[in-house]
């Protein structure tokens, strides 16, 4: 299929190269496809990662204010232990290091064994899971629920955290207390393809979309037709709503494109979502919209709300200095 | 075609309102599809705008150190004069204003019958006229060059010196010292579909690429078979090194994504410019990779360059607070 590459083995480290390149602020260590800061500070180091062709994910949160050091795999597959290893040595800076990890099992099991091998080196290594996909108990790749696009708020509190000078212990507590609170939803209208595969994963009808797919097209909960953005949003939401009681509260909303959605329809997704969110008096402290867990060019969005209180607004609006998330 | 989208007669206000209330420093008049910023400064007004389709322009170069109002017209159409004139009002704080036009026939007579119909009114109205692309000297809707990408860095450098308090002559002059020192050359792999089309506008066989495509799908400079990203980006650098001399330069890059093209995709193109300006002893004072220039889902990129002297890397480095293009 059609894509802006060379070798489709070697592009996830070109990638890399190339963000490190054009962000003045990014190391690159082509070793072990990391991605960590320049400017490392003294204080709790924050590690995330994955499959890569979810971009920004995860390297696009490197920077003040949120991840210290970013680990991608191959496309849709796992890095190995050694390499998250790697990145939890770039990333601790004496002070204990946090690993967020989204849950699918191939992640979990390798982060995990990074993080024995990285203890067994003296050092201190916390993690917490992102299980923030409302669609599906389990998944293919998964023993739980998905960890998707809430995960970015996940990075930025808890990277607000550490840049305040918290204790390993009072950053992970507040990792987990955004994790309880957060809840993402998907749909998507077109399939992705691999680099260097020449056929998609799987079909969609023409007029066809799917609720609740997974950001590797994993199922989901149900196909149908396709409908009106207010349906859509109506769908995601209520799914959202019915699994946390949001009403009264305050929330951070993020509108997440799957990569392959023109702005234009996650703007026209927005304005449903606000027009819905005022209907059950939930209100919006901040609120993003973009393309910041995808699934290389596939079509679809999600919606992700967090539920806030005091310390988690005053985190979510501290400043960050990252390619996929400044907050000025 | 699938789309996230309601009425798609409506889904340019629908988008514009979303995007105000996504971004609490915007106001939006529906009346006339203007964004604008809820805190004008006393300042020279910055208006951009051009038909719907290329988000996140306009309106998302609208804030803090960059445009004052962006007018939008339906999708690939532009405003007409009235709503332009709207919002040269609504960013006129007694300064004059800055019209910046991309060079479609189309835009040019409305914007110049917007600036005379302000001029009638007492206001102060200059503009200028982006014409960066290489690729073609005349084009469907264009006479002579078209203006596509580097329009986003006409924005930044001219909004830079509005904030600075600048004259309108002095903005206006920058403004053109910028237009005389970029170029963009792009390149699509596939076509895009206007909401409530049935049918793609173009089509591209399944292993074709064509050079030189507009944004709008106008033809380019010729069709070929698709080449690994190295090629594709020599191609494109070769044809804006010919055409105006980088040599020793100090230059702004700009990766921009059509819509549909995956961030990974983008990045690894980055590194290849990062390699061929190396080669060429072309030093990159900053740059930026990203959807900044878009046609709905096309898949597809541009390369922009910008030959900078101490003043425009000033005002390039100058924060700037916009949706889509922030600087810190």
Same mark, same amino acid.
């Given at each position: 299929?059609?894509k802006?590459m060379?070798?489709?083995?070697?592009?996830v480290?070109?990638m890399l190269?190339?963000?490190?390149?054009?962000?003045?602020?990014?190391?690159f260590d082509?070793?072990?496809?990391? $991605?960590y800061?320049?400017d490392?500070?003294?204080?709790v180091?924050?590690?995330s990662?994955?499959g890569?062709?979810?971009?920004p994910?995860h390297? !696009?949160?490197v920077g +003040?204010g949120?991840l210290d050091?970013?680990v991608? !795999?191959?496309v849709?597959?796992?890095?190995?232990?050694d390499?998250?290893l790697?990145?939890?040595?770039?990333a601790d800076? @004496?002070? !204990?290091? &946090?690993l967020i990890i989204?849950?699918?099992?191939?992640d979990v099991?390798n982060?995990?064994m990074?993080?024995e091998?990285?203890?067994?080196e !003296?050092?201190e290594?916390?993690?917490?899971?992102?299980k923030?996909d409302?669609a599906?108990?389990?998944?293919t790749y998964s023993?739980?629920? +998905?960890?998707?696009a809430g995960?970015?708020?996940?990075h930025?509190?808890a990277?607000?955290k550490?840049e305040?000078?918290?204790?390993?212990d009072?950053?992970k507590?507040?990792?987990?207390?955004?994790?309880?609170?957060?809840?993402?939803?998907?749909?998507?209208?077109?399939?992705c393809?691999?680099p260097?595969m020449?056929?998609v994963g799987f079909?969609?009808g023409?007029d066809?979309?799917? $609720?609740?797919?997974?950001?590797?097209?994993?199922p @989901?909960?149900h196909r149908?037709k396709?409908v009106?953005?207010?349906?859509v949003?109506q769908?995601?939401l #209520?799914?959202i709503?019915a #699994?946390? #009681?949001?009403?009264?509260?305050?929330?951070?909303v993020?509108?997440?494109?799957? @990569?392959g959605?023109?702005l234009?329809?996650?703007?026209v997704?927005?304005?449903?979502?606000y027009?819905?969110?005022g209907?059950r008096?939930?209100r919006?402290? +901040? @609120?993003?919209v973009g393309n910041?867990?995808?699934?290389?060019?596939m079509a679809?969005?999600? $919606?992700?709300? &967090?539920?806030l209180d005091?310390? &988690?607004k005053?985190?979510?609006?501290? =400043?960050?200095?990252?390619a996929a998330f =400044?907050?000025?």
């Amino acid at each position: 299929m059609k894509k802006l590459m060379n070798d489709p083995r070697q592009i996830v480290a070109q990638m890399l190269s190339g963000m490190s390149h054009a962000l003045p602020f990014l190391s690159f260590d082509r070793q072990h496809n990391v $991605i960590y800061r320049r400017d490392m500070e003294e204080k709790v180091g924050l590690v995330s990662g994955g499959g890569a062709g979810h971009e920004p994910a995860h390297a !696009g949160y490197v920077g +003040r204010g949120m991840l210290d050091a970013a680990v991608a !795999g191959n496309v849709f597959a796992s890095p190995g232990p050694d390499a998250i290893l790697e990145g939890i040595r770039k990333a601790d800076a @004496g002070k !204990g290091v &946090l690993l967020i990890i989204k849950n699918y099992s191939g992640d979990v099991m390798n982060f995990q064994m990074a993080a024995e091998l990285a203890q067994m080196e !003296g050092r201190e290594v916390e993690s917490v899971v992102v299980k923030d996909d409302v669609a599906v108990p389990d998944s293919t790749y998964s023993t739980g629920r +998905r960890g998707i696009a809430g995960t970015v708020l996940v990075h930025k509190i808890a990277g607000a955290k550490a840049e305040s000078g918290a204790s390993l212990d009072q950053v992970k507590a507040v990792a987990e207390k955004c994790i309880s609170g957060v809840r993402t939803m998907g749909m998507a209208m077109t399939p992705c393809i691999l680099p260097g595969m020449q056929e998609v994963g799987f079909t969609l009808g023409k007029d066809e979309m799917e $609720i609740g797919m997974g950001i590797h097209g994993e199922p @989901g909960v149900h196909r149908q037709k396709i409908v009106p953005a207010a349906d859509v949003a109506q769908i995601l939401l #209520d799914k959202i709503l019915a #699994d946390l #009681d949001y009403a009264g509260s305050e929330v951070a909303v993020l509108v997440n494109g799957l @990569g392959g959605t023109p702005l234009m329809e996650l703007y026209v997704m927005w304005d449903e979502v606000y027009r819905i969110l005022g209907d059950r008096d939930i209100r919006i402290h +901040r @609120g993003w919209v973009g393309n910041y867990m995808t699934s290389l060019e596939m079509a679809g969005c999600s $919606i992700t709300l &967090l539920k806030l209180d005091e310390e &988690l607004k005053l985190l979510l609006d501290r =400043p960050s200095m990252t390619a996929a998330f =400044p907050v000025a």
